[in-house]
């Protein structure tokens, strides 16, 4: 075993090596919250708006009170107690007592209201049907946990064994491909590695009742989670079993290189959690990701049971030239690839901006190609001992379905495509804005300038990342810097727009947000879109495309037709008389407006 300078040493290597999508994917785990929970801590809004029984009137500008104070003759002060009643009143009305219940695990799930929760949403959307409250609480809480848990269970559980998949590979291969993101699902191992996490979080769960022995056994289990990444199609008892061996006499020894980081994370806790997220993080996982590989030779060496399960070779040691040429001659000779030179200015737009203008029947041709180019790209890689090697990993990748090899991020999009991507899009932005607020809240708002179930600005945002961007789709780690970039400078020039051309009417406001930019932007706001641009780019979008093709042509034209025609009538309608309110515009000048309009009611 070699000595914990040594360990950081090497895990400083990699780290160097991989920089950005090392910290890429402890920035995600900790977003996420597979691990580094509290690394992202310091975006959170410092004064929830919506929390507050009386967030409006907190929210409204002091001397325009002062103002309406002054000029008239109604006790404002007065009115804000009567609003604060009657939500009392509302609150007290639909209150059940499993939400005055706080303690208990349980209740840790459910009860969660004042901070808005999946359950209020699910709550208030089935009393609206039922009508009993008693039943909803019951329907609610079922399926509430049922959404979380599966979340939990597939998505969130899964994400450490992916990471620390590319970790180990990282720290050999100059090179990381963005398909070994989803070699669990190459290898169909998806369902069995959730299985064995499952079982890992009841185990280590039952052992913190007892406080001492989950301390214990958190080092028990330390090595199940690259155990999996190394051989996902290891059974779960096996997989604790061969942890417990491998870490017996080893369980201090781990204690001490965690321990060993305390002073990073003081410093973490001193730069309010930057250190953390551009450093810390990452180097504590390529540090324990070469103390599991002196771990696993050792346990090898001593012939512990299940050892030989770990058998991966080629994440410890680059193979053979001549093996590699051996393996992937044949796909090397049945790839071919064509050079297509743009010829005049349409080809030259067209190729830049990823855009089918003809809509033309040799574009499968030119898909086609581009699949290969990248396939060709791939391979060279892997032969030349850059990457991974695929075809020599241990469990055999099966033969991929249709449904996944068709959907190709490198192609171009035709225009009918993409009008009905931005209306999606549009939804989809709309869709979440409205659940966040309901999550907040609890109250359903028309969220948007409009009145329509759309939010241009995520629609704008999606095709102009798609066309903008097109060149970089083959980088994904600059494509992802590139999208924050161009959501960031949209979101900020819209809220600038929409504010100069409605009298100081603001739709967002993340004051109090880490790093914003007068409210304009956040950090927080901007990883959200450059995920989500990241899954448009390489997974949405072709998958929407892919459908749209399928199609009849003229069913298409019109529904875009139609789509177009309602939204401009939206849009000249909204212009006018913009969507306002609580939950909508509840920000700074709005708020005068909103005073007005109850003064006016009461004269």
């Known amino acids: 075993m070699r000595s914990r300078k040594e360990l950081k040493k090497s895990g400083l290597k990699s780290l160097k090596k991989h920089y950005l999508i090392f910290v890429l994917l402890c920035v995600i785990a900790s977003f996420i919250g597979s691990e580094f929970n509290n690394s992202l801590s310091i975006t959170k809004i410092e004064k929830s708006f919506f929390n ?37 009143k509302i609150k007290k ?6 939400f005055e219940n706080k303690r208990g695990v349980f209740a840790s799930i459910v009860n969660i209201i004042d901070e808005g929760s999946l359950y209020l949403t699910i709550f208030f959307a089935i009393k609206s049907i039922v009508g009993v409250a008693s039943i909803s609480s019951i329907i609610s809480v079922i399926l509430s946990f049922i959404i979380y848990f599966s979340f939990w269970l597939f998505f969130v559980n899964i994400f450490k064994i992916i990471s620390r998949r590319i970790f180990l590979e990282g720290r050999i291969y100059k090179k990381i491909a963005i398909k070994d993101s989803l070699f669990l699902v190459r290898v169909k191992k998806w369902f069995n590695s959730a299985k064995v996490m499952l079982r890992l979080f009841i185990y280590q769960f039952l052992w913190d009742l007892t406080i001492i022995g989950g301390i214990i056994k958190r080092y028990s289990y330390f090595m199940v989670p690259y155990i999996i990444a190394e051989n996902p199609g290891i059974k779960s008892k096996d997989a604790i079993k061969l942890s417990r061996d491998m870490m017996y006499g080893h369980k201090f020894e781990c204690f001490v290189l965690e321990l060993s980081f305390m002073g990073w994370k003081i410093l973490g806790v001193l730069t309010f959690g930057l250190l953390d997220i551009f450093f810390t993080n990452s180097y504590q996982v390529t540090t324990f990701s070469e103390y599991y590989c002196d771990l696993r030779k050792i346990s090898k060496e001593k012939n512990i049971k299940n050892a030989d399960l770990l058998s991966d070779k080629y994440l410890y040691e680059i193979a053979d030239s001549k093996v590699l040429t051996d393996t992937y001659y044949k796909d090397l000779e049945g790839i071919n690839v064509k050079t297509n030179k743009p010829k005049n200015i349409k080809d030259r737009i067209e190729d830049f901006f990823g855009i089918n203008l003809s809509n033309s029947e040799k574009e499968y041709e030119y898909e086609k190609n581009k699949v290969n180019e990248l396939k060709l790209k791939n391979i060279e890689a892997e032969v030349k001992g850059l990457s991974y090697p695929s075809k020599l990993y241990i469990i055999p990748e099966k033969k991929k379905r249709k449904r996944f090899e068709v959907v190709n991020y490198l192609r171009r999009y035709n225009i009918t ?78 809220s600038y727009f929409l504010e100069i051309t409605h009298n100081g009417v603001r739709w967002w406001d993340y004051s109090g947000y880490f790093i914003n930019i007068n409210g304009r932007i956040c950090a927080e706001g901007l990883l959200v879109f450059g995920l989500g641009g990241i899954a448009v780019v390489y997974f949405i979008a072709p998958f929407i495309d892919n459908i749209i093709k399928k199609l009849n ?51």
């Open 553 to 603: 042509k003229n069913v298409i034209a019109i529904i875009s037709i139609i789509l177009i025609t309602i939204f401009m009538v939206d849009k000249i309608y909204s212009s006018k008389y913009p969507n306002i309110g609580e939950g909508i515009t509840s920000y700074k000048i709005v708020n005068k407006i909103l005073i007005d309009s109850i003064i006016k009611k009461d004269m």
């Open 417 to 494: 495509s993409l009008i009905l991507m931005f209306f999606i899009f549009s939804f989809v932005g709309w869709f979440w804005e409205v659940l966040l607020h309901l999550l907040e809240s609890g109250n359903f708002v028309n969220r948007g300038v409009m009145y329509g179930p759309w939010l241009p600005i995520y629609g704008t945002g999606g095709v102009i990342v798609l066309i903008l961007l097109n060149k970089l789709r083959e980088k994904p780690l600059i494509e992802f810097l590139s999208i924050i970039v161009v959501c960031g400078i949209i979101e900020y020039f819209t």
């Open 93 to 98: 009305k639909y209150s059940n007592k499993i």
């Open 52 to 88: 507050n029984d009386n967030a409006i009137i907190k929210k409204v500008n002091n001397d325009a009170v002062k103002k309406i104070k002054k000029d008239t003759n109604i006790d404002i002060d007065n009115k804000i107690n009567e609003v604060k009643s009657k939500r009392n």
